[in-house]
């Protein structure tokens, strides 16, 4: 997994960029931070699925249900 990593001197105004293989230590971060994020995006949408099956049994539309709840 390749690395960009751009390096601004703000004394300068110099910019530089550095392209590079990651670390097996940062290329097992990014995993664990995008298993991460993947779980909570399956978690959002769970709870955006029971929000919507409540109105849908209550005969509210969404805008109706967000009114309720704030």
Do not use: H, N
């Amino acid at each position: 997994m390749k690395l960009t990593e751009k390096i601004y001197d703000i004394t300068t105004g110099e910019e530089t960029i550095i392209e590079r293989e990651a670390t097996p230590e940062e290329a097992q971060q990014r995993l664990d931070e995008l298993a991460q994020t993947q779980a909570e995006q399956a978690e959002a949408k769970a709870k955006a699925d029971a929000k919507a099956a409540i109105a849908d049994r209550l005969g509210l539309s969404a805008d109706e249900l967000a009114t309720l709840l704030g």
